[in-house]
């Protein structure tokens, strides 16, 4: 079956924009994940969703970072004004409920100009 | 704070052999370990996992061991095959989200 689908796969924008991350998670997930992996650092937690719950957001860096989920399936991450430092893999996860196996998309690679 | 570290950033071994990749926690409240394998310009991919409940799985050519009392991971692959060159994350939890080490290449030669 399919799996996790992330889109774009590589984004490049100038420091200051706003950059919106799509994730598509497995159909008939109920958790998603957000992590991001920066150069040379292992995979960073983000903010974790499980079906209409309020996320848990305690990863997020920043303000600048919000994510949302609509009708618990796709999400989008929003990093806005965005900074150099923000320049990493942002890779979403998904789940069939909390605690179990998480299953990654292919990631986006955004660059910071 | 790195909870989970890997020491070791690669490792080179002959196809045939055995691979041990080794990764270290500090925190004591991590009930479940993983291992993900990732190629370039892809996602982690899920290898085995492990409950704190025990400290062995194995899943072919792939056994994980679990040492609560020193707060260790290891990953055992035998044998080695030159497919199984990527980077491989450990990854512990207490719930939901992962805390992951930085990783080790793997290079197995033929």
């Known amino acids: 079956g399919a799996g996790v689908s992330q889109s774009p796969s590589n984004k490049v924008t100038e420091k200051g924009k706003d950059v919106e991350l799509r994730c598509d998670p497995i159909s008939g997930h109920t958790a998603l994940y957000w992590y991001r992996q920066s150069l040379g650092q292992g995979l960073e937690f983000l903010i974790y969703f499980q079906g209409n719950s309020a996320p848990d957001k305690s990863g997020l860096p920043s303000d600048r970072f919000s994510a949302e989920r609509t009708g618990g399936s796709v999400s989008t991450l929003t990093i806005q004004r965005t900074q150099q430092e923000d320049s990493a893999v942002y890779l979403c996860a998904s789940s069939p409920w909390t605690g179990e196996t998480q299953y990654f998309g292919p990631g986006t690679r955004l660059l910071v100009l | 704070d790195q909870q989970v570290k890997q020491n070791s950033p690669s490792l080179s071994v002959q196809e045939g052999r055995i691979s041990i990749l080794n990764c270290d926690y500090t925190n004591s409240m991590f009930d479940y370990f993983l291992w993900y394998k990732k190629y370039p310009a892809e996602g982690p991919t899920f290898l085995i996992s492990i409950s704190s409940i025990k400290d062995k799985n194995e899943d072919g050519r792939f056994t994980v061991f679990l040492n609560k009392s020193a707060k260790h991971l290891s990953l055992h692959i035998v044998p080695s095959q030159p497919g199984d060159s990527a980077v491989y994350f450990c990854?512990?939890?207490?719930?939901?989200?992962?805390?992951f080490g930085k990783g080790t290449s793997l290079l197995v030669t033929p």
């Open positions: 990854a512990a939890s207490t719930g939901y989200a992962l805390n």
